[in-house]
């Protein structure tokens, strides 16, 4: 696609549900990436996926974070479990490794936890 | 110490001035350096790139890097009200892969 296509664009759930979010990167980008951004605060990284490297995982904040990223495109974050403070906006980037110019975000998922 | 430090701001310019927005790293192996500029509710969108030390301009806007201060900074002339968001620090230790921002400064121009 022409962008990064996140959905939902918004997401209310109960604490203790489980929540899917998805990432659509722009097509031909082979990384992508995991971000989180709580309410006036900075961009938290969360997890990376390069071509068909292992994920690197070391942002993930608990093992109730988990995401794949399916035939090198699509990519689903999933939080078990969700607790007040999961409370964020999630986004997603894509780039292409051949040019260092940064990320193409998307607009973003904004979860809350009541 | 933070990796990519940012003063939080408010910073407020008249408009017209020039905004002198600063960041400092705490890698020193990093490689790539990145502007993002933040609305209110949006995503990041990159505004400038820079690789090598010293100064690289795109219209309005100018980066410089010093690495061996560990230093970049983006200044932006000829203020606008609509240049008012957060701008994000981001560095980058390789060519390609995980970001670090900073926290990002708030900018506001005022009329």
Redesign the interface.
Known sequence: GAGVSQSPSNKVTEKGKDVELRCDPISGHT?L?W?RQSLG???E?LI?F?GNSAP?KS?LPSDRFSAERTGGSVSTLTIQRTQQEDSAVY?CAS???M??????????TRLTVV | QKEVEQNSGPLSVPEGAIASLNCTYSDRGSQ?F?W?RQYSG?????IM?I?SNGDKEDGRFTAQLNKASQYVSLLIRDSQPSDSATY?C?V?RT??????????TILTVHP
Do not use: I
């Open positions: 990384a990436y971000y605060q900075g961009l990284f990376y390069q690197d942002g986004l780039s292409s490794s040019e260092a110019y940064g990320y193409t975000f998307g607009s973003g | 790539s990145f993002y949006k995503s990041p969108e990159l790139s690789y994000l981001a980058m060519s390609y892969g995980k970001l670090t921002f900073g926290q990002g």
